[in-house]
């Protein structure tokens, strides 16, 4: 009979975890055609799944995305369709009203289980030869600029978690510190690490422009270094495990556009 050894298993748990954590690790942004706009002027977007920023790398379930439009106090659902070549769920919003208009996007938490015999997309309860199981949850929100900013950028929309930007960051330059509150549950939450990069800054998988720790009360600076489509990055991890997974996991991401 043949004995694993004791090393050799607990290096076998810790590949399961960085691969658990890689398998995940698409980015849900979303991504207009513009960031500046007229009302009544159409203004497609896509909705990205991305390790490279921000190249869509494969498509999220459709019936596992929402977006909604928010601007002049109004929620607007917005339609999504698949786009099988670009890997994207594309969509269109028309703005009514001048301000800073919100795309707000949600992937629904799914739960994926990893077993001795491969992933599974399922609760890990029933499973045999259980690994680690991760429910994934995903946010959005990214700025447009209808007309004349009105000062909506810091509109807190309910997410469970968010990144809400201190001061506007549609209006910075490079060489700007912005501040960043990252919300859960609608309260300020301490992360481990805040992340930052702007579309093409790198074609290398999971990397990022800036990386900070939070100083207290969710609160967190990135300096931004370039012109582009930014994006602002949150984690949270809820360690506490249910019948049906281990952790969850929820990621949140707030895109702008800096001239």
């Given at each position: ?157 309910g997410h469970k978690l968010e990144i809400v930007p201190m001061s506007d960051p549609t ?15 609608g309260k300020p939450v301490s992360i481990e690490s805040m992340t930052a990069t702007y ?61």
């Open positions: 009979m043949k004995f694993i050894k004791p090393t050799t298993l607990v290096l076998s748990c810790l590949l399961a975890v960085l691969c658990c954590s890689t398998a995940f690790a698409h980015e849900f942004i979303i991504k207009p055609v513009q960031f500046t706009a007229e009302k009544d002027h159409v203004v497609p977007f896509s909705v990205v799944s991305a390790h490279v920023f921000m190249i869509s790398e494969e498509m999220e379930p459709i019936n596992e995305v929402k977006a909604d439009l928010i601007l002049g106090g109004k929620t607007t659902p917005l339609k999504l369709a698949e786009n099988e070549m670009l890997m994207t769920l594309d969509g269109q919003l028309t703005p009514k009203a001048e301000g800073t208009a919100i795309i707000a996007g949600h992937r629904n938490g799914m739960i994926w289980t990893q077993t001795t015999q491969g992933w599974k997309q399922q609760s890990k309860k029933g499973l045999k030869g259980v690994i680690g199981s991760g429910k994934y949850e995903k946010f959005c929100k990214t700025l447009i600029t209808v007309g004349k900013a009105d000062g909506s950028y810091n509109k807190v929309v209006q910075a330059k490079v060489g700007d510190e912005i501040e960043f509150q990252t919300l859960l549950d579309d093409g800054f790198s074609m290398t998988p999971n990397t990022y422009a800036y990386f900070t720790e939070p100083y207290g009360n969710g609160l967190a600076k990135v300096k931004i270094s370039a012109p582009g489509t930014w994006m602002v990055r949150a984690q949270y991890k809820n360690a506490n495990p249910t019948a049906d997974y281990d952790s969850h996991v929820m990621r949140a991401v707030l895109v702008f556009e800096v001239k």
